[in-house]
């Protein structure tokens, strides 16, 4: 039982130093511009603007369900006009990002973990490196950048969806105003508030695309190796975002 | 000149050569042979620096691959044309596209001079006009003929195909082989060549060695390997199912495979 532990701990220490490495190559990599300059755009549509309606309709139905949970706890004990400052604050630090990184790790990490591990098993990527071309400048750096960048644009377009859903939601289903769902909304709102966020999402994109490519890169076999490097794609993706949403709430969310 | 000296090289617990030495010398085919899994095609990905050998060294032009720097690796590669087993092209790619790629890549050339080297090179391998196809829409025969004029629109020094008639019907591996010697006339390339199939091997082929548990079992030219003693030798060539059969006398001449133009 001990060594069953021990060596699965050896081993997780050692794929987290390869993925280490794999960071490293793909910062060294960032030199070669001319190579991946071209592929960031496409990227940043693929990873950002093709994300778009999955993120938004999970946050279209988390802020109508906070609304209507925010409501039922408060249970006349709170004033409903609170219902705005729970559904923005829930909305902008913690259930926005984390909900929308969370089913784009399945949506953008499987993705890149399936293209990359069968360009591999396929040979396209030694292919890429007979024809003098760095796969970490053509295939990893693009993607890394487009899901760092493109994952807080798209947490942003959720946080407004969210909110506005949820807002409607409080006007036709509660009894609330809109001048009283705006009133909370403000109650505690402060800048910091969606910058939180949006570094979360920042940090979810760049975990989840070097993840994918990592595996991906890393797949051995055929299509069963494929699989396996897409579901732990998945499952690496969702459990460091986790563990990065409380680094991020213990790091920056410190009472002064 | 391309040398193979001592490569020792294991996945995990399973060890794949075990001392493979090989000179390949300016401007000749070698043809490396062996059966499913022994490591031939680990052997030629040592050339381009796909892999590293835990012991021994490739040197290509008196440069070892191991000890290069990226940038004189990114060199070396410009100089030495691969083939994949199956094909490699990016799916993703247009055909022209495809063997655009390292054209590209080299920022030699201008757009009209890479236009005319592609149409060339798809000339060359017999497929003329499919630069706006997709891989997806070719056959396995015309996937293996991109892929040689992907490998030869840069023009390389050396040229290593690897299994390139594998999983083809007997004329489209005819055709592939008429190619290979097509190449080599026009452009001159020093080639390896990496084959499990006799006939083509012994058309193509300068030179044959066996690749047989991790080293060269034996190397000659074609003519010495049709007449080789060697029973390991012999029961691979004349594909018999155990070396019982193989230990008898070689092969009568009635019974050689017929060569046309074969240059060995």
Redesign the interface.
């Known amino acids: 039982m001990l060594a069953t532990v021990g060596r699965q701990s050896v081993g997780l220490v050692g794929t987290f130093g390869q993925l280490g490495f794999f960071a490293a190559d793909t910062v060294r990599a960032l030199a070669d511009v001319r190579t991946w300059g071209r592929q960031v755009f496409p990227m940043m549509r693929r990873i950002g603007v093709d994300s778009l309606p999955v993120a938004l309709f999970i946050a279209a139905f988390t802020g109508i369900v906070l609304a209507l949970l925010a409501s039922y706890i408060f249970t006349g004990q709170v004033p409903l006009y609170f219902v705005g400052a729970l559904v923005g604050k829930t909305i902008m630090m913690e259930l926005g990002p984390v909900l929308v990184g969370l089913s784009l790790a399945g949506r953008v990490g499987a993705n890149i973990a399936a293209e990359l591990g069968t360009m591999k098993v396929?040979?396209?990527v030694?292919?890429l490196?007979?024809?003098?071309?760095?796969p970490h400048a053509y295939l990893v750096v693009p993607r890394v950048i487009a899901g760092t960048v493109m994952f807080p644009v798209v947490v942003a377009f959720a946080m407004a969806m969210g909110i506005l859903m949820g807002w409607v939601a409080a006007t036709t289903l509660l009894p609330l105003t809109n001048a009283e769902f705006v009133r909370g909304l403000r109650l505690f709102y402060v800048p910091f508030d969606v910058q939180f966020g949006l570094i979360k999402a920042a940090s979810f994109g760049f975990v989840i695309t070097l993840i994918g490519c990592y595996l991906g890169l890393n797949t051995r076999g055929g299509a069963e190796g494929v699989g396996a490097a897409t579901t732990k794609t998945v499952v690496y993706s969702a459990v460091l975002l986790l563990v990065l949403d409380a680094f991020w709430a213990l790091t920056l969310l410190q009472p002064s | 000149m391309i040398a193979f000296r001592d490569i020792h090289k294991a996945f995990g617990p399973k060890q794949v050569l075990r001392g493979f030495s090989l000179a390949v010398r300016e401007g000749e085919t070698a043809v490396i042979i062996g059966g499913s899994g022994v490591g031939k095609s680990v052997a030629i990905?040592h050339v381009?620096?796909?892999l590293e050998p835990d012991a021994g060294e490739v040197e290509v032009d008196g440069q070892v691959v191991s000890r290069l720097s990226?940038k004189d690796l990114?060199a070396l590669?410009?100089k030495?044309?691969?083939v994949?087993?199956?094909a490699?092209?990016?799916?993703s790619m247009t055909i022209f596209e495809n063997v655009a790629?390292?054209l590209r890549?080299?920022r030699e050339m201008a757009e009209t001079a890479i236009r005319e080297r592609v149409a060339e090179s798809l000339r060359l391998v017999d497929l003329p006009g499919t630069e706006a196809r997709m891989p997806a829409e070719l056959s396995g025969g015309m996937r293996k003929r991109v892929g040689l004029a992907?490998a030869i629109a840069?023009r390389p020094k050396y040229l290593l195909y690897d299994e390139p008639t594998t999983g083809l019907d007997p004329v489209t591996s005819a055709v592939i082989d008429d190619l290979m010697i097509r190449t080599r006339e026009v452009l001159g390339n020093t080639s390896i060549v990496i084959t499990h199939d006799m006939r083509s091997a012994y058309r193509v082929g300068d030179r044959i060695a066996m690749l047989y548990e991790g080293r060269i079992r034996q190397e000659g030219t074609v003519a010495e390997i049709q007449q080789t003693a060697d029973p390991v030798v012999r029961q691979f060539i004349e594909g018999r199912p155990n070396l019982r059969d193989a230990d008898a006398a070689p092969l009568s001449a009635s019974e050689e495979v017929a060569v046309e133009g074969s240059p060995g």
């Open positions: 396929t040979e396209q030694d292919a490196e007979t024809l003098a071309y760095d | 990905k381009v620096g796909l990226r990114t590669r410009a030495v044309g691969y994949f087993q199956f490699a092209l990016f799916d790629f390292g890549r080299r992907r840069l």
